[in-house]
């Protein structure tokens, strides 16, 4: 089927069956009207309420259409991914000594990941989101076609994490190797203008805002939450803040450096080599392959051939895993992220934004102006 009117009709079945199987009191969580844009716009990557039904308030044959209808927005890679984040959350806790809390009875809890419809699937315009700590994936529906697909966002934490025998458990690997392939190739002019500085931020710059905006650098940790913390969660959360900025030499010339610009800062693709560029393709591929493949596809022929010359690529900070760094892609209707700063930089972040279209403001915009 051509365009995205696949994924959407995959998306709109397992949204009508997992909503199906809900009783009364499940669906008043899980279904809303749309647009209702203040909380649809709402997106979060800490382990907060995220809104929606949680996987733990679900039988489990409910889960599992659930999990239909996230994998019916992800590709293949994009759902392992996804679920082997979920699963890290006792990884996780296990780490931490079984001990962290966030005002809930587990802390670290790969049952509290929250899935929202909003609107009728396969009416005009719906929409629904997923998400959870380290997790965010959501799709905008209209007239059947599946017109947007961002925030998308996807971390680690650990990042790297031993399994049986030689090999490392690294979900988001690819991210993190080909944008230090990346810049590890670029020559010394090539650094003057890609490298940003030497010290990254501890977080991404854009956070959770709905909207980016010219200007914009790293939210307060102990607000990037549903209910920004307050008395002595607050406290800790920003001494822990203040420590990893210490701990990485963090200052405000570094913060300025990598500030959000409408206008793009790095290194344009149009000056990189022709094997320069193949890196840079194979790390956007990391990022819009999360996607069902005929929604990739699109997303791919939006920087294919000369359009990728638009794209830019900065970095900060280390140029070796397992030392703290950061880099950002931006271009016309693209924004990505990715930092690994924190637990001694082996908890890693990425995101994947549309600056115009994010929840599909463009989209909606339009289509309202144009029928009502």
């Not at 490298?195 to 931020?201: E, Y």
């Not at 560029?277 to 493949?293: I, S």
């Amino acid at each position: 089927m051509a365009g995205s009117e696949g994924a959407a009709q995959r998306m709109t079945g397992a949204a009508i069956a997992w909503l199906g199987s809900l009783d009364p009191a499940q669906r008043q969580a899980a279904s809303w009207p749309f647009p209702a844009d203040e909380e649809r716009r709402r997106w979060f990557y800490t382990p907060t309420d995220h809104g929606g039904l949680t996987m733990d308030a679900m039988r489990p044959d409910q889960q599992r259409l659930a999990h239909r209808l996230v994998a019916s927005g992800l590709s293949r890679a994009g759902y392992v991914t996804a679920a082997t984040i979920i699963g890290h959350e006792n990884v996780l806790d296990a780490l931490e000594g079984w001990t962290t809390e966030f005002g809930f009875e587990r802390g670290r809890d790969p049952g509290r990941y929250y899935l929202r419809v909003f609107g009728e699937p396969g009416s005009a315009r719906w929409s629904w989101r997923f998400g959870g700590h380290h997790v965010s994936v959501q799709h905008v529906v209209v007239d059947g076609d599946v017109l947007a697909s961002t925030p998308c966002f996807l971390g680690a934490d650990p990042a790297a994490s031993p399994l049986l025998g030689p090999h490392l458990l690294r979900p988001l690997a690819g991210a993190e190797d080909l944008g230090l392939e990346l810049v590890r190739s670029l020559d010394e002019p090539q650094r003057a203008v890609a490298v940003l500085g030497t010290v990254p931020p501890t977080d991404l710059v854009g956070g959770n805002r709905s909207e980016l905006a010219d200007g914009d650098l790293p939210l307060p940790l102990p607000d990037i939450w549903r209910h920004p913390l307050e008395g002595e969660h607050r406290r800790q959360m920003a001494a822990a803040q203040a420590q990893l900025e210490r701990s990485v030499g963090l200052g405000p010339g570094d913060l300025e450096a990598v500030r959000y610009t409408d206008r793009p800062k790095g290194l344009a693709a149009a000056s990189m080599t022709g094997a320069q560029r193949e890196v840079f393709r194979a790390l956007l591929d990391t990022y819009l392959g999360r996607l069902p493949d005929d929604l990739a596809a699109r997303e791919a022929a939006k920087v294919a051939g000369d359009r990728l010359d638009a794209l830019h690529f900065a970095w900060a900070g280390a140029f070796e895993l397992g030392r703290p760094h950061y880099y950002r892609v931006q271009g016309p209707r693209l924004v990505v992220e990715l930092d690994n700063t924190a637990r001694e930089a082996n908890h890693v972040h990425t995101v994947w934004r549309d600056p115009e279209g994010d929840f599909g403001d463009d989209v909606l915009g339009r289509h309202l102006r144009q029928h009502h």
